[in-house]
């Protein structure tokens, strides 16, 4: 079966530190990754899309950066953090092509900028 | 742009009681909609999801109906459990060629014996 991890659980940098959050997808190939963002009191914000090996859409401006160096391997990085940058981040994964809008997330990453 | 509105929460209730969480969207074209569960500790799941207008979609107990004249998706349960305290997540997908989601902000529910 299909199951997806994502790490750090928790994570609590100061302003102006780098980033480095990652998610691993195990028993599918090929499948479509996302990173989603909650900041406090806001839906869920879809930030990085990708349908390949480097291969990232980023669907709103920031101060982040994804990249996919393995079919089954998703970074979200930040050079610098900022006060903004504080979340709730979560990783997910579909099946591609079948386009069923069920996406498999992972337990999320909590991040505190401070 | 497209976007999703939920009611806020919490929504606290006692176990047997009838459940609705109210959901809105704003979308351009025949999106379909979708209900995602977050329990404790847990990564979001689907629920549930219906992809055109009237349709009805059921899985647990829970149903809701996609409503284009009113832009809604409400979820309703008839009798809550404990077991069904999480926080519950309105979604739609523009367009029927992608897994792209939008949204909404959540609503926790709370259910007391």
């Known amino acids: 079966s299909q199951t997806i991890h994502q790490w750090p659980a928790t994570l609590v940098q100061p302003v102006g530190s780098p980033l480095s959050l990652e998610c691993t997808v195990e028993?599918?190939?090929?499948?479509?990754l996302y990173w989603y963002r909650q900041a406090a009191g806001r839906g869920l914000q879809l930030l990085f899309y990708?349908?390949?090996?480097?291969?990232i859409s980023s669907e709103v401006p920031q101060n982040l950066s994804a990249s996919r160096p393995q079919d089954r391997q998703f970074i979200l990085s930040s050079k610098k953090l900022l006060l903004s940058d504080s979340g709730f981040y979560l990783c997910?994964?579909?099946?591609?092509?079948?386009?069923?809008?069920?996406?498999?997330f992972g337990e999320g990453s909590r991040l505190t900028v401070l | 742009g497209d976007s999703v509105t939920q009611m806020e929460g919490p929504v606290t209730l006692s176990e047997e009681a009838f459940l609705t969480i109210n959901c809105t969207y704003t979308a351009t074209g025949y999106p379909s909609l979708f209900w995602y569960v977050q329990y404790p500790g847990e990564g979001l799941q689907l629920l549930l999801k219906a992809t055109k207008a009237d349709d009805k979609g059921s899985n647990k107990g829970f149903e809701a109906t996609y409503r284009k004249e009113t832009t809604s998706f409400h979820l309703e349960k008839g009798s809550v459990q404990v077991s069904d305290s999480a926080v519950y997540f309105c979604?739609?997908?523009?367009?029927?060629?992608?897994?792209?989601?939008?949204f909404g902000t959540g609503t926790r529910l709370q259910v007391f014996p």
């Open positions: 990708s349908v390949g090996i480097g291969q």
């Open positions: 997910a994964w579909s099946v591609p092509r079948r386009n069923t809008g069920e996406l498999f």
């Open positions: 028993g599918t190939s090929n499948p479509n």
């Open positions: 979604a739609l997908r523009k367009s029927y060629n992608t897994d792209k989601l939008i």
